[in-house]
């Protein structure tokens, strides 16, 4: 029984043994983990100089640079329309007819009455000068002369006035034929023989066709306010058309908008914009639509031989001084945190503009001034930068891993295997 009680203590020394090794190793695994020091995986780029180009990009539709609406001026029946949509038209060339009876009887009635109007004038005149005579060597009284003179003034009055509506009258009468104001192409053609269209002098009228001069078009996009500052017109701009995928287009800023065009008004998802044209060149051969869709990339600045890193490269970071600041405290004794949008806006202005330099297999931090920019590469002025190795990836790093001191481990291969990969998925 002795004998027993004997073994299952040693068995319980051995186990627990074993168990305290475990955990002194565990304790020693953690303590030595917890003092390697974290290498992070980078990629690198050398600072070189190169030509920026910053740009501008909006999408918008084509247009002609110039195209006339036509609508009707009178009211009636379209009796004649001799022209269809995509039909090229001389400038005088009749484009369509409206039912002229109405038009050309109130020009016969406005003709008779004139003519009424002129025989009443020529008898008035002739009395006048009778009576006139007559006052002249004083056979008539004053009172024969006046009433002789106000006849004369009120018939030279009515015809005056059915002269006035001759002139209407033939003017709306013209009006029921219409012809191309210009050279061009019928673009747009809603109307349709027999068809009815309204009109007045004071109101547009039912819209019949557009001509537009198909030789000469223009992009038309919409630029944000924000960028609207940094386009010029003269600037230069690369167009990729929506129906020529395989063909680049070169276009000059014409026109800028003065007044803004806004949507969304009063919401979240207000935006406002400025309408930019762009003129197209247009190679021979190559027929541009109306309404065909398009992106513009506007050259608005370019920078020669300037010194550039890729745009991931820069990051912000708070400045040596302010991190090693200890916190201020509250009225509680607590740290104190940013209570306001403004004071967050102030703490925001404080952090540095830094790309992360490659040394000995360490970083540092130098602050930069950042200029132009392109697609991937921006404009940095600092010092020490010319010819350094920085930081260019990943952003995971940059953005958040990194800081001055950190241990790194260049792999380009590896950057460029990723960005091959990256660039083949898309």
Same mark, same amino acid.
């Not at 627990?16 to 003092?35: K, M, P, Q, R, W």
């Not at 020529?122 to 005579?133: D, L, M, N, P």
């Not at 006046?146 to 002139?167: C, H, L, P």
């Given at each position: ?9 040693k068995?319980?020394?051995?186990? +627990? ?23 992070t ?22 247009q002609? %640079? ?11 029946e ?20 409206i ?9 016969e009635?406005?003709? &008779? ?19 006139? %005579? ?24 009515? +015809? ?16 029921t ?31 019949i !066709? ?11 996009v ?11 017109v ?10 020529f995928?395989?063909?680049? +287009? ?24 400025? $309408? ?22 506007? %050259? ?6 300037? !010194?550039?890193?890729?745009i ?5 970071? !708070? ?5 090693e600041?200890?916190? %201020? ?18 703490? $925001?202005?404080?952090?540095? $503009? ?22 991937s ?10 010819? &350094? ?5 990943? +952003?995971?790093?940059?953005n ?19 960005g091959?990969? &990256?660039?083949?998925?898309?």
């Amino acid at each position: 029984m002795a004998n027993g009680n004997s073994k299952s203590r040693k068995k319980k020394i051995i186990i +627990f043994s074993i168990l305290g090794v475990v955990v002194i190793a565990l304790v020693v695994l953690v303590i030595v983990g917890s003092n390697k020091e974290t290498i992070t995986t980078v990629q690198t780029e050398t600072v070189g100089r190169r030509t920026i180009t910053q740009i501008v990009s909006a999408t918008g539709k084509i247009q002609p %640079e110039t195209q006339v609406v036509i609508n009707a001026e009178v009211s009636g029946e379209i009796i004649d329309l001799p022209v269809r949509e995509g039909q090229r038209v001389r400038k005088g060339q009749l484009l369509v007819k409206i039912k002229p009876d109405a038009y050309q009887a109130q020009y016969e009635r406005a003709l &008779a009455s004139m003519a009424i109007n002129e025989a009443n004038l020529q008898k008035a005149e002739a009395e006048f000068k009778r009576v006139s %005579e007559l006052h002249g060597k004083q056979l008539v009284s004053q009172a024969e002369m006046d009433i002789a003179r106000a006849s004369y003034q009120s018939a030279k009055a009515g +015809f005056d006035q059915s002269q006035a509506s001759v002139k209407e009258a033939r003017e709306t009468l013209s009006k029921t034929s219409i012809y191309s104001p210009m050279d061009g192409v019928v673009s747009s053609l809603p109307m349709e023989l027999g068809e009815r269209v309204s009109g007045s002098t004071f109101t547009r009228g039912t819209e019949i !066709m557009t001509v537009a001069d198909l030789a000469r078009m223009e992009a038309r996009v919409d630029v944000g306010e924000n960028d609207i500052v940094t386009v010029s017109v003269g600037d230069t701009a690369r167009i990729e058309i929506d129906a020529f995928p395989e063909r680049k +287009f070169i276009g000059i800023v014409s026109q800028i908008a003065n007044t803004a065009k806004s949507t969304g008004l009063g919401s979240q998802d207000q935006v406002t914009n400025f $309408e930019v044209r762009i003129l197209v060149d247009t190679p021979p051969g190559v027929q541009l639509r109306p309404g065909m869709s398009m992106t513009a990339d506007i %050259e608005t600045d370019t920078k020669a031989n300037v !010194m550039s890193i890729p745009i991931q490269s820069v990051t912000v970071r !708070m400045p040596k001084e302010d991190k090693e600041k200890p916190e %201020e405290e509250g009225e509680e004794g607590g740290a104190k945190f940013v209570s306001s949008n403004s004071e967050k806006k102030k703490e $925001e202005e404080k952090l540095d $503009e830094v790309v992360f330099v490659v040394k000995d297999g360490q970083v540092s931090t130098v602050k930069v001034k950042r200029g132009l920019s392109d697609d991937s590469h921006v404009e940095v002025t600092g010092e020490g930068l010319e010819g &350094a190795e920085i930081v260019s990836g990943p +952003f995971k790093a940059i953005n958040r891993d990194l800081e001055a001191g950190s241990k790194v481990k260049v792999d380009n291969k590896r950057g460029r295997r990723t960005g091959a990969s &990256a660039a083949t998925a898309s």
